[in-house]
């Protein structure tokens, strides 16, 4: 069975640098896993952040950067603000005859 | 702007079946490719599977825990996606949400409650 790995929390000072890490069980996570990345905050729904590894979206703040580091899936906040408390959770696709989709367990992220 | 709303959710006994809807809007639907993701109270995301538009052949996928129970489906003169699940469990509780095929957009969620 395979799993997807994210740290359970982590914590940061305001205007810090904090890297999240996604790593897959099968081996080194590449761009063809199409790495995807959302954060959720308390009663909302997830809110898309980076696709296909490195990508934002319209809205994802320019602090907010994906990347691949020694074999995993990256998220790095730069110059964290307040309003960045949340959980994060990345997606990785594994392709094949039964494509499957999985998320990590999540990263909450806490900032103080 | 980019709609999705969920409806359809509530209390349900094991072993009975729910279908769920989303209806959407600002995208022009019969084109997109749909998935559904769950959370359980307090816990992580989980994805459940995704059709594909028509035109790219309309097939769906899903994750391993519920295939065989759950099904999405899709009418695209409604713009709205469907997830008809039967045989419940109680593990199946969860917020329910409906999602456009990259990932970008989410529904806020309705919410099964499967219990005796």
């Known amino acids: 069975q395979t799993v997807v790995t994210q740290e359970p929390s982590l914590t940061v000072s305001p205007g810090g640098t904090v890297t999240l890490t996604c790593a897959s069980s099968t081996g080194a996570v590449t761009s063809g896993y199409y790495p995807n990345w959302f954060q959720q905050k308390p009663g909302q729904a997830p809110r898309a952040l980076i696709y296909?590894?490195?990508t934002k979206h319209p809205w994802t703040p320019a602090r907010f950067s994906g990347s691949l580091i020694g074999g995993k899936a990256a998220l790095t906040l730069s110059g964290v603000q307040p309003e960045d408390e949340a959980e994060y959770y990345c997606?990785?696709?594994?392709?094949?005859?039964?494509?499957?989709?999985?998320f990590g367990g999540g990263t909450k992220l806490t900032v103080l | 702007e980019v709609q999705l709303v969920e409806s359809g959710g509530g209390l349900v006994k094991p072993g009975g079946s729910l279908r769920l809807s989303c209806a959407v809007s600002?995208?022009?639907?019969?084109?997109?490719?749909m998935n559904w993701v769950r959370q359980a109270p307090g816990k992580g995301l989980e994805w459940l599977g995704r059709?594909?538009?028509?035109?790219?052949?309309?097939?769906?996928e899903y994750a391993a825990p519920v295939k065989g129970r759950f099904t999405i489906s899709r009418d695209d003169s409604k713009n709205t996606l469907y997830l008809q699940m039967n045989s419940l469990k109680t593990e199946d509780t969860a917020m329910y949400y409906c999602?456009?095929?990259?990932?970008?957009?989410w529904g806020q969620g309705t919410l099964v409650t499967v219990s005796s």
């Open positions: 999602i456009t095929g990259g990932f970008d957009y």
């Open positions: 296909n590894t490195s």
């Open positions: 997606l990785l696709y594994y392709g094949g005859a039964q494509p499957n989709m999985l």
């Open positions: 600002g995208i022009t639907f019969r084109n997109a490719w």
């Open positions: 059709i594909k538009s028509k035109t790219d052949g309309g097939t769906t």
